[in-house]
């Protein structure tokens, strides 16, 4: 299945692996970083995991600052984010946020207003560093040093809809502005601190041209729109380039390998070879699905769709407990409790061009699901 959807360029390249009872029963790499057929897909090669970001880093970083009392999920966003002072923005709890129930839109195009099809707002974006100009949007694409401050703005001042799940960016840049406004530092780093680097993950992380080395890091889309480039090491989504890699909804590199690691800490409860990272009760409660506004799709920061009936993004097989999260870039991980498995497919699909997106179409990471579960019985 797989080799015959990289055939017809479906995606170029691919790594899979399952984790059953603790032992791993399938890890595989499919094809090559591009369609040239040179660099082929191996253990280490790293890709831009996109939203998988949000559980993977901007919801740790949650969950560690929950355990440690340093916030609440009944805390709202004003209490934290002064720039939203009077706006519905402010009203709005981080239980909605974390859930996709706030009313906020889906995305905002920011990078539309700065950036045509021929010509950037060079007023803007320069294509060399300095002081006016120091955030690194990708190579050779600096951007003015006050212009995040404007995207805070107009979220801040965005109109927030009726209270039901819309499946939202903006609310995760919020989630990741609150955490650093607590520790008062960036959020990768603090990320980095708790949890990759004590796990020993070494391909994971922010800004992977900083500590891959070796160049193995799968190439997404060819940007003829925004960055007029093809983007390798620097962030597929538009948004998290705009604040320097990392917008709270995308922007986080790994491997298939990695994110087993941190899955694997989640599924023990928050601990991991002996050392606990997170309280098996802040795991259980952000895992499993939180009914808020008529929505009984999400988890807090996760995925949950098969509670309370089976949803076809999972395989029938599926335990209801099933969490996760997708990726656009052609990624996404699930774990089921019931079952004690742990799934990760991270491919990027998105090369050369991101649409249209016909690895959904293709159904394969489901397929592939599935016939994990059928070999193991299920």
């Known amino acids: 299945m797989v080799n015959g959807c990289i055939a017809k360029k479906i995606l170029p390249g691919c790594q899979i692996l399952a984790f059953h009872a603790d032992s791993l029963v399938f890890s595989k790499n499919y094809g090559y970083l591009t369609y040239d057929s040179v660099d082929v897909v191996n253990d280490a090669t790293v890709y831009d995991v996109a939203s998988m970001t949000k559980p993977l880093a901007t919801t740790l970083a949650v969950m560690k600052l929950y355990d440690d009392g340093r916030l609440h999920l009944t805390d709202r966003v004003g209490q934290y984010l002064p720039y939203t002072s009077g706006t519905a923005v402010a009203t709005l709890t981080l239980t ?101 680097r004590p796990m020993g993950l070494l391909r994971t992380g922010f800004h992977p041209l900083d500590f891959i080395l070796d160049g193995n890091i799968a190439p997404t889309e060819n940007d003829r729109y925004f960055r007029k480039q093809v983007l390798k090491g620097y962030v597929h989504d538009q948004t998290a380039a705009l604040f320097g890699g990392n917008g709270g909804n995308a922007g986080l590199f790994s491997t298939a390998k990695e994110v087993s690691v941190l899955l694997t800490m989640l599924m023990q409860g928050g601990v991991y070879e002996g050392h606990t990272y997170l309280s098996e009760k802040t795991v259980q409660q952000f895992t499993s699905t939180y009914p808020i506004h008529g929505c009984q799709r999400r988890g807090l920061g996760f995925d949950t769709p098969s509670f309370p009936a ?14 996760g999260h997708q990726g656009f870039t052609g990624t996404v991980f699930w774990c089921d409790p019931d079952a004690d498995l742990i799934y990760v497919f991270l491919s990027n699909r998105v090369y050369p061009d991101m649409e249209p997106n016909r690895l959904s179409q293709s159904r394969l990471r489901l397929l592939v699901h599935e016939e994990i579960y059928k070999a193991l019985g299920f």
């Open 96 to 196: 909605e946020l974390l859930t996709h129930t706030s009313g906020l839109s889906a995305f905002v195009p920011f990078y539309r207003k700065i950036s045509g099809k021929d010509l950037w707002d060079t007023t803007v974006l320069h294509t060399t560093e300095s002081d006016r100009f120091p955030i690194k949007v990708a190579e050779n694409i600096f951007l003015r040093a006050d212009y995040p401050d404007s995207i805070r703005h107009k979220i801040a001042t965005c109109s927030v809809g009726p209270k039901k799940y819309v499946y939202s960016d903006l609310g995760f840049f919020l989630l990741k502005e609150i955490v650093e406004s607590i520790i008062r530092y960036p959020m990768e780093e603090f990320v980095a601190e708790h949890f990759y």
């Open 310 to 323: 089976p949803n076809p993004v999972l395989p029938a097989q599926a335990g209801r407990k099933t969490y």
